[in-house]
């Protein structure tokens, strides 16, 4: 008789985690490559297309790295806002929610002051995405210290009113509406004014926006302030055991109302610069970061290395997917979701697999 | 032997976590009928061994005989199948399920509904081996012992034969263990065999038939427990001889350093928990503090450090009320505290943190960097790795991959590292093996010989009054009394932990554990000291 | 350890993109001269069976194979794309770059974007479809006057209604008065039955939004159950209403394509547009001639009866006799230019001894709340009214 049982694995190692999630990957391109040639496709041709975001070949290769960043930034910031959070197990899964709130404050301070210099615009709209995303983000974190709320219902709840409330005003003619263009009978979101569009680096042709800089920065900085600040260790503390925080004399409730904050104040802040660089907002902008960027945290164990990597790849996959599906008349976006889809799932499946074992249990005689 | 199968026989198992070899090459045979001691040092298999018997783990080698015949254990159901059942030290209970239900949620062939007679069915049981239980109580109001009574009463509910119990006594007072021992009598005559796992020799020898005694992971001996004494299985147990008196040298006292006085905090469920208290603690004495699980010595301890609210009363530490104050200000008057709760990771240290980090915990706040200083933190633990001879890999290696008894010297090494001028310190030696518990001793000694006042919150009534200088009695957060260690007995302290004695106004001039005014002068202090160690020479 | 070996792989690989980006600089305008491919802006799958996307996706693919393209090599698409101007705008970059020589955009809230776009990408022509804006150059509009079909349906559902002896008339739409599109279409239908039922009344029923099922068949529901309609008229992507006018025993007038097939006895006839009439003129345009003269050559397309742009199925048994004849007479009148829909005077039918009689009366256009806006005998509006800003009802619709 010989049954098979899970084991936790011991002593993993990085190349091993590796191999398996490059292994999660080809199963699950081997079943897309089923499909495709069900659908008359060459699945090599489709997968080089996907795996080189459409540079190959490309007019203007340097657009699809512009719209390749567009993706990634807004993801990578997320994440790591929600790792921010997670590690201190907090559960915000607000990211949709506090990245729209940021988005529309930025977007109104871009409406509302045109004709002042640009940078100042630029720096307002910053300091209103993460103002308004992070008092969002206090507030939750109020609510979760002083009437012990489950802040995962109140921050997916709120992710809805948020979207409602932004659908609202984007489909709402009124005087008080600045949103709006106002040379449109049909409700439309203005464009910003040029001040308020975010400047880049030119290097050739390409424009390397300064919020690109700016999130590499910072990556840089949430890194260094989780791993050597005061507060970092404050919040790993927090997130392995209350009762030690406490014990060691740390205000825990300050320790969680600051650091939904920044959680929170960091992804208004990828709001705003998501805004800042389209010039104009939508309620679909988020592009679901919010919801990707708990599976980016996730897949990368709260490390912001790894959040690094996580992010760049699922961007990939996602522009990758987005760009493959072009050339082929047979193929939607809905087959590239499903890809998509199948590709995080086989991912997610392996990492199961990375953590335990399957074994079967070994008859000795004695 | 040849005519009745062992009702359990392990041969050649080995279990590997990683690059450790928790189980090597084990031998071990358990009759039908007998109560079989497992002996050994932390760290030393035992319980890895008992949770491959109970399914959780499987061997990587080896085999299993129940009853003469060899079988396959590979999860927990197979456990119970075949009559095993295992006691964990720490219960697998649904805290918001009654205790009947709780055990109906695991029972095999229940059925669909609930049966109504549920309740009487678990009361019949528990008087056929003479549990106290009421099969209606909600688990979360159970107390420690509650529980473990419920948690055996559910393997033998499942129908086991063999009854693997983890460290059962750690929990439990010197009546709680007579009645559990009363229990496994009766469940020995009933023809169950039962395995005990414990440090604690005294009891292995009240209670068992025979003593298999590990060592490091490997199977050392297996003795007739009326053929041997502590000393032998003592030897067995660490590989030499040791010695067994705990040293205590004489206090060398200064001016009381902390006094509490009319001290008053709540649990947290809001009642009493600590109920008037009074007493103090000089420099240079180790003060013990006795009494049933739950009587207050948690409260009163979180009450000192700062981590609970002072309903009423003062904690004058060097004539200053520090009551109310952040326990971080309380530290850094000098007053540490180190805590190891019965589940030894929940208060005190960060499990999936470093022992780095876990050294830093308490002072990562200094200084005006942003930035925590782990250099010297790391100088730090690997100090403590050190000194108190922890096993672990590295000093970056989370504490919660290490046994209990490296974690609590962490803890402990970290709080005494703060040179403190006052050290509570609840449990120390929980669970720690004999070797670990002298290394404590011996540092709280040090501790007491450099002018630190100690207050020592135990279990272990044998330990107390070998180590303390003053042994203050507790029960329901009550003072019962302040006794010298000398002039003591186990009989007068059992009887003051149960509340039958009130030492507090035996003596009229003077009601113990009254501390005179930490305000006197120096003078004063000298005559005070005097005239307590006349009272000592006159007792003797 | 494993920090170092993250960043490794991430430097690497983001360096293997940059050197990819690299070479394909270098490989620029490979894909410039040979082949004209065209590209497309879905708001719907292109893989749709029915529907806006639908249609615009066979007029598309028929266009290119008229003119010899392949679309497999040369059609490029991005479907699915929200009326989100950073959507609209990657899915241009993206287009651009696989060097698409024509982009269309089929909806209307890709406008921003493709105006935008259109500046950025000076040699690629951008077409939008139910838009306003355009420039001299690369960027037009194009859009079909479909209220000339929906003119001819109406004629259809006034004489139901007369033959019926119910004056009620239903009309499902997706938008009301805040679309041009939705709110001509509306107006052009009540003119059409009007002019054979003077008595006529029109309740339109808002659905707010272009495609909802179980909303169209709750509207078309009300418009039968509570304001007593005998003919239903619908702008909205599904058949659900001629559906539940097959159900409920009454009539109906569909959209998009002949739905006669789903409610064989209900279904009157259908207004439906022709794409590729457009699309093959536009990218026979393109082709012959540089980006910078699309604009100048094509204009803002605007094709109607004559061009064949939009037309009517044929009529279903269901119809009544005369409305042959009738439909016949008012397309003969708009196709030959000697009157349209939304002038100063209007047709009107009259049925005498089984033959039908139509006679042009001036009569002026008044909208709801008895406003003027062409005077008797006036022209037909400006095309841009209808295009933009016409937010109206005219005389004889009520909105409910």
Same mark, same amino acid.
Request: aromatic share 8%.
């Given at each position: ?227 050597? /600040? ?35 104040? *960091? ?100 | ?212 005694? *590990? ?47 009319? *001290? ?22 180790? *003060? ?70 876990? $050294? ?38 989370? $504490? ?21 001028? $006052? ?118 | ?47 749709? /069976? ?79 479809? /139910? ?50 599109? /939705? ?172 033959? $039908? ?44």
């Amino acid at each position: 008789m010989t049954k098979l049982h899970l084991v936790r694995r011991t002593g993993n190692t990085l190349l091993r985690r590796i191999i398996c999630y490059l292994a999660a990957i080809a199963i699950s391109m081997g079943i897309g490559a089923i499909l495709l040639l069900s659908l008359g496709i060459n699945p090599l041709d489709y997968y080089s297309d996907m795996l080189t975001v459409g540079l190959i070949g490309n007019k203007y290769a340097y657009k699809s790295v512009e719209g390749f960043l567009k993706v990634f930034v807004p993801l990578l910031m997320v994440s790591m806002a929600l790792a921010l959070s997670f590690k201190m197990r907090f559960w915000n899964i607000g990211g949709e929610g506090e990245f729209l709130i940021g988005a529309m404050c930025a977007a109104a301070i871009a409406y509302r002051c045109d004709g002042m210099p640009g940078p100042v615009v630029l720096i307002l709209m910053c300091l209103a995405a993460m103002i308004s995303s992070g008092l969002v983000g206090l507030a939750v974190a109020f609510l979760k210290c002083r009437f012990n709320t489950n802040e995962t219902l109140v921050t997916l709840m709120m992710n809805y009113i948020v979207l409602y409330a932004v659908k609202y005003i984007g489909e709402t003619k009124a005087p008080w509406n600045f949103f709006l263009r106002e040379d449109s009978e049909r409700p439309l979101f203005a464009k910003f004014p040029d001040n308020a569009i975010m400047p880049g680096i030119m290097i050739g042709r390409f424009n390397l926006l300064y919020s690109v800089v700016i999130s590499v920065i910072l990556t840089v900085i949430i890194y260094i302030y989780l791993k050597y /600040t005061k507060q970092g260790y404050e919040i790993a503390v927090v997130g392995d055991s209350i009762n030690t925080a406490r014990y060691a004399g740390m205000k825990v409730n300050g320790i969680i109302l600051r650091t939904m904050f920044i959680s929170a104040a *960091l992804i208004g802040l990828a709001g705003a610069f998501s805004a800042s660089a389209s010039a104009t907002v939508s309620p679909s902008m988020t592009n679901n970061a919010g919801w990707t960027g708990i599976v980016v945290a996730w897949l990368s164990k709260l490390s912001i290395p790894g959040i690094l990597v996580a992010a760049f790849l699922i961007s990939l996959l996602q522009y990758g997917c987005l760009a493959a599906s072009l050339s082929y008349p047979e193929i939607d976006q809905n087959f590239a979701d499903l890809m998509q889809g199948m590709i995080l799932f086989a991912v997610l499946m392996s990492d199961f697999l990375v953590t335990f074992k399957i074994v079967r249990r070994k008859e000795t005689e004695s | 032997m040849a005519d009745e199968p062992y009702a359990i026989e392990l041969r050649g198992i080995c279990k590997t976590f990683g690059s450790i070899k928790a189980n090597r090459n084990i031998n071990l045979t358990l009759k039908k009928g007998e109560i079989l001691a497992l002996l050994g040092e932390n760290g030393s298999g035992k319980t890895t061994l008992m949770n491959m018997l109970s399914g959780i783990y499987t061997p990587d080698a080896g085999s299993v005989f129940i009853n003469g015949a060899k079988v396959t254990i590979s999860s927990p159901e197979d456990s119970a199948k075949l009559g095993i059942g295992m006691v964990h030290q720490h219960f697998k209970l649904v805290e918001n399920f009654s205790c009947a239900d709780n055990i109906w949620i695991g029972a095999r062939d229940k059925g669909f509904l609930l049966k109504k007679d549920r309740y009487k069915i678990i009361e019949d049981m528990a008087s056929e081996f003479g549990f106290e239980i009421d099969p209606r109580k909600l688990v979360s109001m159970m107390s420690v012992s509650e529980k473990q009574t419920l948690e055996i009463l559910k393997v033998l509910y499942y129908g086991a034969s063999v009854i693997i119990l983890d460290e059962p006594t750690a929990v439990l007072t010197v009546q709680e263990t007579r009645k559990l021992f009363d229990v496994l009598r009766r469940m020995k005559e009933s023809g169950h065999s039962v395995i005990i796992i414990t440090h604690k020799l005294n009891e292995v020898m009240e209670i068992s038939d025979r003593v298999a005694v *590990l060592r490091k992971g490997e199977y050392i001996d297996t003795v007739v427990t009326s053929e041997t004494t502590e000393k032998k299985l003592t030897e067995l147990m660490v590989g030499r001889k040791i010695e067994l008196n705990i040293n205590r040298p004489a206090p060398n006292k200064t001016k009381p350093l902390l006094e509490i006085r009319n *001290l008053t905090v709540l649990n947290d469920e809001g009642s009493v928990a600590v109920d008037d208290l009074r007493f103090y603690i000089r420099g240079g004495e180790i *003060l013990g503090v006795a009494g049933i699980a739950g009587s207050g010595q948690k409260e009163l301890c979180e009450a000192i450090a700062g981590l609970r609210h002072v309903e009423r009363g003062k904690i004058i530490h060097k004539g200053r009320n520090i009551a109310g104050l952040p326990p971080k200000t309380i530290f850094e008057a000098g007053i540490a505290f180190s805590f190891i709760p019965e589940d030894r990771l929940g208060m005190g240290l960060a499990p999936n943190m470093s022992i780095v980090d876990n $050294v830093i915990l308490k002072k990562y706040k200094y200084g005006t960097s942003p930035f925590v200083d782990r250099k010297s933190g790391r100088v730090e633990a690997e100090d403590i790795v050190k000194r108190y001879e922890v096993v672990t890999t590295s000093v970056d290696a989370p $504490v919660r991959q290490m046994s209990g008894g490296n974690v609590q010297k962490v803890l402990l090494g970290r709080e005494i590292n703060a040179s403190p001028n $006052v050290l509570i310190t609840a449990y120390p030696v929980r669970g720690l093996d004999i070797n670990s518990s002298y290394l404590v001793y011996d540092t709280l000694n040090a501790q007491k010989a450099k002018g630190v006042g100690v207050l020592f919150v135990g279990e272990d009534l044998d330990v107390m009054m070998e180590l303390c200088d003053k042994i203050m009695v507790m029960c329901h957060g009550r003072l019962m009394g302040v006794v010298r260690a000398v002039n003591t007995n186990k009989e007068e302290l059992g009887l003051m932990m149960t509340g039958a004695l009130d030492l507090v106004n035996a003596k009229e001039d003077k009601p113990a554990g009254i501390a005179v005014d930490s305000a006197l002068t120096l003078e004063e202090w000298e005559r005070e000291i005097e005239a307590e160690d006349k009272e000592v020479d006159k007792n003797d | 350890m494993k920090k170092v070996i993250s960043l490794i792989i991430t430097a690497a690989i983001m360096a293997v993109s940059l050197f990819t980006f690299a070479g394909c600089g270098a490989k620029d305008g490979d894909n410039g001269q040979g082949d004209f491919i065209v590209g497309a802006i879905y708001i719907n799958s292109q893989n749709d /069976t029915s529907g806006y996307t639908y249609a615009h996706h066979k007029g598309l693919v028929k266009a290119m194979q008229d003119l010899g393209l392949d679309t497999t090599r040369h059609l490029k698409i991005v479907d699915n794309v929200e009326e989100d101007d950073m959507a609209v705008s990657n899915a241009i970059d993206l287009l651009a770059g696989q060097g698409c020589d024509i982009i269309f955009g089929i909806s209307f809230g890709y406008i921003n974007a493709m105006k935008e776009k259109s500046e950025e990408f000076s040699d690629i022509v951008f077409s939008h479809a /139910t838009g306003y804006m355009s420039n001299d150059t690369n960027f037009n509009n194009y859009f079909g006057r479909i209220y000339q079909a929906r003119y001819l349906s109406g004629i259809a559902a006034g004489f139901k209604s007369l033959a019926l002896g119910n004056n009620n008339i239903g009309y499902v739409s997706a938008w009301g008065t805040e679309y041009a599109e /939705t709110c001509s279409g509306i107006n052009a239908f009540a003119l059409g039955a009007r002019s054979v039922n003077p008595d006529a009344v029109i309740h339109v029923k808002k659905i707010s939004a272009w495609g909802d099922q179980e909303k169209e068949r709750q509207a078309a529901e009300v418009l039968i159950d509570t304001y007593d309609c005998c003919v239903i008229g619908q702008h909205c992507d599904s058949a659900q209403p001629q559906l539940v006018a097959q159900e409920k025993g009454m009539f109906g007038c569909g959209y998009n394509s002949d739905m006669t097939s789903q409610a064989p006895n209900a279904h009157l006839t259908a207004p439906i547009w022709n794409w590729d009439v457009y699309y093959r003129y536009a990218i026979e345009t393109a082709m012959n001639n540089p980006a910078s003269q699309f604009v100048s050559t094509v204009g803002n397309y605007y094709g109607g009866l004559v061009e064949g742009m939009v037309d009517l199925t044929p009529l279903s048994a269901n119809c009544e006799p005369g409305t042959d004849e009738a439909i016949r007479l008012a397309r003969e009148a708009m196709v030959t230019g000697t009157w349209d829909v939304f002038s100063g005077s209007k047709l009107v039918f009259t049925v005498r001894g089984g033959n $039908v009689e139509m006679s042009i009366v001036g009569d002026a256009l008044l909208d709801n709340a008895g406003n003027e806006i062409v005077p008797a005998g006036g022209p037909s509006v400006d095309d841009g009214v209808i295009q933009g800003s016409m937010n109206y009802y005219l005389e004889g619709v009520i909105a409910e």
